[in-house]
Structure formats: C-alpha cells, structure tokens
C-alpha cells in the first residue's frame, strides 16, 4: 500500500471523527460511555474485560465508567453465571435511550453534511461504509495492542 492512500484515509478518519464528536451537545455521554454502551447495545451482557479488550484498553481503566454508568442507571451488573468471580455489565433500558440520543445528535449533523453532496458521493459514501467497517475490525497490531 502505498503511503499517500494511508495517510489520506487516517487523515480522514480522524477529521471525520472529531467532527462528529463536536457534533454532541455539551452535557452528552463521555466518548468512553458511549464507547461502553455502543459495545453492549451490539453484544449483549458482557464482562468488563471484553468491553476493555475490544477498546484495547485493561479493564481497570474504565471502572470509574462502569461505575459512573451504573449510578446513572445506564447498566446493570449480575454474577458471572459461568464464573462467580466476575460480573457481567447488562445495558439498561434508560442507556439504550441515552445512546439512541446520541446517536441522533450525531446523525444529525451527518444528515445535513450529507445533504450538500452529489447523489453519486453519496452512493459512494454508501459503497465505502462497510470497507470502513472492515478497517476499523482488523485487528491491532502488537504495537498497538
């Protein structure tokens, strides 16, 4: 691959993001909770260490989250059934609504930024989301991990 198309898509991918972040409104969801609740909205009851695996990080760096979380009323926790040890996180109904709301904020603003490209960019944006999809689940490398 050459370095140009790297550099254009990582320049990109992060603009992108950081404009949608900006999009939210200034009491919403810290990008690490919407992080948490998007993961259990797509898998289910999960342990704190899967969240934290699949956001690369240790499971001790989003306990304050979790626990931010659960006070809010945004999760539940219950006993590992598999392992008394642990817990499994469940996403409450009152998080699906939280996220759902950040979610239409951020659609929002992508509506209108979408509105003033061509139908033709727009199928190509169409064409190309899922490759970003793809991307975005290869792996990390043992650098980033």
């Not at 919407?34 to 898998?43: I, P, R």
């Not at 061509?118 to 899922?130: N, V």
């Amino acid at each position: 691959m050459d370095d140009e198309t790297v550099k254009a898509v990582r320049r990109s991918v992060l603009r992108l993001a950081r404009r949608l972040r900006g999009s939210r409104s200034a009491g919403a969801l810290s990008p690490a909770k919407v992080g948490v609740l998007g993961y259990l909205s797509q898998h289910g009851a999960s342990s704190p260490g899967e969240i934290a695996a699949a956001d690369a990080q240790r499971p001790q760096a989003l306990t304050k989250v979790f626990t931010e979380l659960e006070a809010d009323g945004l999760i539940s926790r219950s006993p590992n059934e598999l392992d008394g040890r642990s817990v499994l996180l469940h996403l409450a109904a009152h998080g699906t609504a939280a996220l759902e709301a950040d979610m239409r904020e951020r659609d929002a603003w992508l509506a209108a930024a979408l509105e003033t490209f061509t139908e033709t960019e727009r199928g190509l944006l169409r064409l190309a989301a899922p490759l970003l999809a793809r991307l975005s689940d290869h792996p990390a490398t043992k650098d980033e991990a």
